[in-house]
C-alpha cells in the first residue's frame, strides 16, 4: 500500500476579488464528470508560479500586485 502523501493546512486571507477569481476558475475548469474545487486551483497556482520563477518566465507585471496590495 502506498504512503499517503504529507500535507499541511495553510489559512491565508483574500479579498472578495481574489475568491470571485478562484471560484470562477475553478468552474471553467470543471466539466460535467468533475468539478474542481478551489483548494485544487490554488495547489495548481502554486505549481505554476513555482515553474514561471524556476524557468524565468514570470510576467514582471503579476510581481506588481504584491507591492500594489
Do not use: F, W
Request: charged share 35%.
Amino acid at each position: 500500500m502506498p504512503k499517503r502523501e504529507k500535507s499541511k493546512r495553510l489559512q491565508v486571507v483574500i479579498t472578495e476579488e481574489q475568491d470571485s477569481l478562484l471560484t470562477k476558475t475553478a468552474y471553467q475548469l470543471s466539466n460535467t464528470e468533475r468539478l474542481v474545487s478551489k483548494s485544487e486551483v490554488v495547489r495548481l497556482g502554486i505549481e505554476m508560479l513555482n515553474r514561471a520563477v524556476e524557468e524565468g518566465d514570470l510576467d514582471p507585471e503579476l510581481l506588481k500586485t504584491l507591492y500594489d496590495g
